[in-house]
């Protein structure tokens, strides 16, 4: 199975700066198809997960535009250019190229200084 | 507009059999390349996923508890059942369904509210 691994698990942030996760896989989530399929999900407290992000870098819509995917290969990260309060809750990185299983991070909470 | 809602006994007991069903709308079960993954989370945990069901009735269980864990579907009532059994205490969690789009690559689009299940004599 292609192992997930997040970084940092804790995310403090003072409001009004920009935040960064990172997550890397166990091997390329380059599918033969070239598309990469990675994803990003927003699990505020009590909420189930909400998609944020899929394949590296597309917004779902009426996701702010704070938010931006990047990476490739095995690289991968998460910014949030200036947090606001809405943005607490923990994200998680999603991988589903070598699928089934499909598999996620551990999990960043970020929270408010 | 797509929706899936969970639906099962809050609490069971330990060795019992957990049936779930997800209720979907908005999509077919049966529509090419959409299908239906329960994935669950214990309390402060991370996600993990369990089960799925593709459009074509294949089946596909997560290796480590596969012996316990059947997905099947009623594509009339748009319902997918997971039953999983010989429940312990360590299997209390927050059980989803979700909307799995594609067949060559996965990306998980819409999660139901969640059921929280209680394993506990």
């Known amino acids: 199975d292609t192992v997930m691994t997040q970084s940092p698990l804790s995310l403090p942030v003072t409001l009004g700066q920009p935040a960064s996760i990172s997550c890397r896989s166990s091997q390329s989530l380059v599918y033969p198809d070239g598309n990469t399929y990675l994803d990003w999900f927003q699990q505020r407290p009590g909420q189930s997960p909400r998609r944020l992000i899929y394949?590296?870098?597309n917004r779902d819509s009426g996701v702010p535009d704070r938010f931006s995917g990047s990476g490739s290969g095995t690289d991968f990260t998460l910014k949030i250019s200036r947090v606001e309060a809405e943005d607490v809750g923990v994200y998680y990185c999603m991988q589903g190229t070598h699928w089934p299983p499909i598999t996620f991070g551990q999990g960043t909470r970020l929270e408010i200084k | 507009q797509v929706t899936l809602k969970e639906s099962g006994p809050v609490l069971v007991k330990p060795t019992e059999t957990l049936t779930l069903t997800c209720t979907v709308s908005g999509f077919s079960l049966s529509t090419a390349a959409m299908g239906v993954s329960w994935i669950r989370q214990p309390p402060g945990r991370a996600l993990e996923w369990l089960a799925h069901?593709?459009?074509?009735?294949?089946?596909s269980y997560n290796t480590s508890l596969q012996d316990r864990l059947t997905i099947s579907r009623d594509t009339f009532k748009s319902q997918v059942v997971l039953t999983m059994t010989n429940m312990d205490p360590i299997d209390t969690a927050t059980y989803y369904c979700?909307?799995?789009?594609?067949?060559?690559?996965?990306?998980?689009?819409?999660w139901g509210q969640g059921a929280l299940v209680t394993v506990s004599s």
């Open positions: 394949q590296v870098s």
């Open positions: 069901i593709f459009s074509n009735d294949e089946k």
């Open positions: 979700a909307r799995v789009a594609g067949t060559v690559g996965a990306t998980v689009d819409y």
